[in-house]
């Protein structure tokens, strides 16, 4: 097991070592404020003191909730100094869910920050957990907040022990079926990924930058953005709306750029609203040309130093990954879950095969079980499932190892691939068994699509429901459809007669986290869909003319 510091120990270190070093960079109403790392260590100790002053005991929960946010990580670090457990709560979270959260995993405190439909969250939140605003305008009054408090009492003197396979923090599932499960994640999981990732993906001179945008209360973008920077070192520039993603994209210019499936093409689709496909294609023709042009546009996008971009959560349509490619940009898909501290396979400059999720880690213990299913076993998995031993023991198999839920095979060069997921195979009313996720990625080379889900369960032929992008609403209705049928056509004759699909349905609505057909992570909740579109699609299986049904 690695001897690395835990990451208070860590940040302690950076604030000895480089106190006047900035470390986090923050915008507010447009206007960037830095924090150093000796300011961010100080406020997070002088908050330390506050919380055990309230009368937190260590291994009490506190929660951290908003939009991405410099004191997101002061809040995150001071838990650590405390010896408290910090559970990342979404600010798109289901009231239900906040509500279940806060119960199940005891929370006393929670942290708010700027955050859309505050009032609705904040009222699922128990009355007497304590909530302490973070120092952003529009923040929801709370009855404490984040300035008072710190400069109201003096840095913590020394972090509180706690043993590396003491519960650190709590990281919830985003929930496609059920309540969400709360991940047990130790300071001897975080270690063991960060020495793979340093060993792997080591700094690179100059300096490493972060833009941290992806939600924090997931895994990924705790371990791989905030654990990671404290490492590396890296410098850390926040995302302050959503809508302004491409112009900080283009001011900060990440060393390492990580985004989901949603965020690609949405890159893709503003460069091709700027630069239509036929003029791109025309000027990469160009001998001396082209270099200028895929230079251009890297700049433009703000990934010209980005040595690191990655996709992950979903899978990334291949032709998207292609495109990208033509431009000089090289997207690695990877893969883990949050229960293997997102810690399996990766894609990594001159190692990138298209269409795999990469080689495993070398010390990632990865199989291939008889049925098909990816299994790990390293000192990264979560020891379970916090108060839920009936569904820890689930996890496991009977020698140790994690059980993922997603079928997949390693070819001969050593990368692996995903096939689907165990639970989401399906029988058409044929006896015959689908699995949905390689059709869903072969229909990905249509780009007027934004999400899709391939249906089948209870009946005779396969259809795929699916929803457009707002480029794509704008277009005449005949063009997109006669694009999705193309689509259609040339992916049925890739597929066995019992795979094919019979019908598109393009829904009325955009799938989204607020109307429940995508968790926060971006991950479409197929459950939602089958139970939301199953009549309609039952009633539409009589129809053998129709191609496309459009709900509205």
């Not at 000895?16 to 447009?30: C, I, S």
């Not at 650590?80 to 906040?98: F, H, N, R, T, W």
């Not at 040595?307 to 990208?324: C, H």
């Not at 393009?506 to 429940?516: E, M, P, Q, Y």
Request: glycine fraction near 10%; include cysteine; hydrophobic fraction near 40%.
């Amino acid at each position: 097991m690695s001897k690395l510091p835990n990451p208070v120990q860590q940040l302690l270190k950076r604030a000895a070592e480089t106190p006047n070093e900035p470390y986090l960079h923050q915008p507010v109403k447009g206007v960037w404020r830095t924090w150093t790392w000796g300011e961010v260590a100080d406020q997070a100790r002088r908050m330390a003191s506050a919380l055990l002053a309230m009368g937190l005991k260590p291994g009490d929960a506190v929660a951290m909730t908003g939009m991405n946010n410099a004191h997101w990580f002061m809040a995150d670090f001071a838990c650590g100094l405390a010896g408290l457990i910090g559970v990342g709560l979404y600010p798109k979270q289901s009231e239900d869910a906040v509500r279940y959260i806060a119960g199940h995993a005891g929370i006393k405190v929670a942290f708010i920050g700027p955050m859309p439909d505050a009032a609705g969250f904040l009222a699922a939140l128990p009355a007497d957990v304590v909530r302490i605003a973070l120092p952003y305008p529009g923040v929801a009054p709370c009855a404490q907040d984040w300035n008072t408090l710190t400069a109201a009492h003096a840095p913590i003197a020394q972090p509180v022990e706690r043993p590396a396979d003491a519960l650190w923090s709590l990281i919830y599932t985003s929930g496609t079926t059920g309540n969400p499960k709360g991940v047990i994640m130790t300071a001897e999981n975080l270690a063991f990924t960060v020495a793979g990732m340093l060993r792997d993906q080591p700094a690179r001179a100059g300096g490493e930058h972060f833009l941290s945008y992806l939600p924090l209360a997931h895994a990924f973008e705790r371990g791989a953005v905030e654990i990671a920077s404290l490492y590396l070192p890296a410098q850390v520039h926040f995302l302050e709306e959503l809508e302004k993603l491409p112009e900080t994209l283009g001011l900060v210019r990440p060393t390492r750029f990580y985004g989901v499936p949603l965020v690609y093409s949405r890159i893709q689709g503003g460069i091709l609203k700027k630069l239509p496909q036929a003029k791109i294609d025309r000027l990469l023709k160009l001998p001396i040309i082209s270099g200028l042009i895929r230079r251009k546009i890297r700049k433009g996008l703000g990934l010209d130093r980005a040595w690191l971009v990655v996709s992950g959560a979903a899978p990334l349509p291949r032709p998207i990954i292609e495109w990208f490619a033509k431009l000089g940009i090289d997207v690695m898909q990877g893969y883990g879950m949050t229960e293997n501290s997102i810690y399996a396979s990766l894609n990594l400059p001159g190692q990138n095969k298209v269409g795999s999720i990469g080689k495993p880690f070398v010390d990632a213990g990865v199989r291939i079980a008889e049925d098909g299913e990816i299994q790990c076993k390293h000192p990264g998995n979560t020891p379970g499932y916090y108060k839920d031993p009936e569904k820890t023991a689930e996890l496991f198999t009977a020698d140790g190892w994690l059980r993922t839920g997603d079928k997949g095979h390693i070819d001969a060069d050593g990368y692996l691939f995903i096939t689907g997921r165990v639970k989401e195979i399906f029988k058409t009313m044929k006896g015959k068994y689908v699995s949905p996720a390689p059709i869903e990625g072969k229909f990905g080379t249509n780009t007027t699509v934004e999400q899709m889900c391939l249906v089948g369960a209870g009946l005779y032929q396969p259809m795929l429901v699916l929803s457009l992008n707002a480029d794509a609403r704008k277009l005449p209705r005949e063009q997109v459809e006669a694009g999705l049928v193309a689509t259609m056509k040339a992916v049925n004759q890739s597929l066995e007669p019992h795979e094919q699909i019979c019908k598109i349905v393009v829904t009325r609505d955009t799938w989204s986290i607020d109307n429940g057909l995508m968790t926060p992570t971006m991950k479409v909740r197929r459950n939602e869909i089958e139970k939301r579109y199953g009549e309609l699609l039952a009633g539409l299986e009589a129809d053998r003319k129709t191609q496309v049904y459009w709900e509205d």
